[in-house]
């Protein structure tokens, strides 16, 4: 993988097809570091038709979700021989989350994953979502990644 990721080229890792790919671009990687990623969200977004109809808000577990699939990707820029065709990476846990505004159809959700650590197939990341510059949410994200 590249710096800079095209949605084409984040489908080449991530198995996640709409409505579940959260990513649309990569804009910045710095493998075993720090990745940026950004999510248009766009009032024809699905989530929107039930979550709120009346005011429009982005769910925050797909956030969170949006933010596991930049580690995701990093993971894979990070370790590509760890990483590579036949294993599939899970989420396995989320900490210390916190929230503090909501998304809304127009923002520009951009997901900051930094790498924390791998210790055996468990990796561990602190991520942030942020929208204009303004803090969105926050957690320590765990992903395994295992044999398909």
């Known amino acids: 993988m590249a710096a ?23 804009i910045e990687c710095e493998p075993g570091v720090r990745l940026l990623g950004v ?15 009346q005011k429009p ?15 995701g990707l990093l993971a894979s820029e990070t370790a590509p021989d760890v990483l590579g065709k036949g294993m599939i990476y899970y989420l396995v846990g989320i900490d210390k989350v916190k929230f ?28 942030v979502a942020e929208v204009d510059g303004e803090f969105v949410a926050s957690a320590e994200i765990r992903c395994a990644a295992v044999v398909d």
């Open 39 to 53: 999510k248009n969200v766009t009032y024809n977004e699905p989530f929107f038709q039930g979550h709120f109809p």
């Open 100 to 127: 503090k505004r909501p998304v809304v159809p127009g923002d520009q959700l951009m997901l900051i994953a930094k790498f924390i650590k791998s210790k055996r197939n468990i990796w561990a990341f602190d991520c």
């Open 4 to 26: 800079k990721l095209d949605i084409l080229q984040i489908q080449e890792f991530l198995p996640h097809r709409y409505p579940f790919l959260l990513i649309d671009k990569v």
């Open 57 to 71: 808000i982005m769910p925050g577990v797909l956030i969170l979700e949006a933010l596991a699939q930049a580690t």
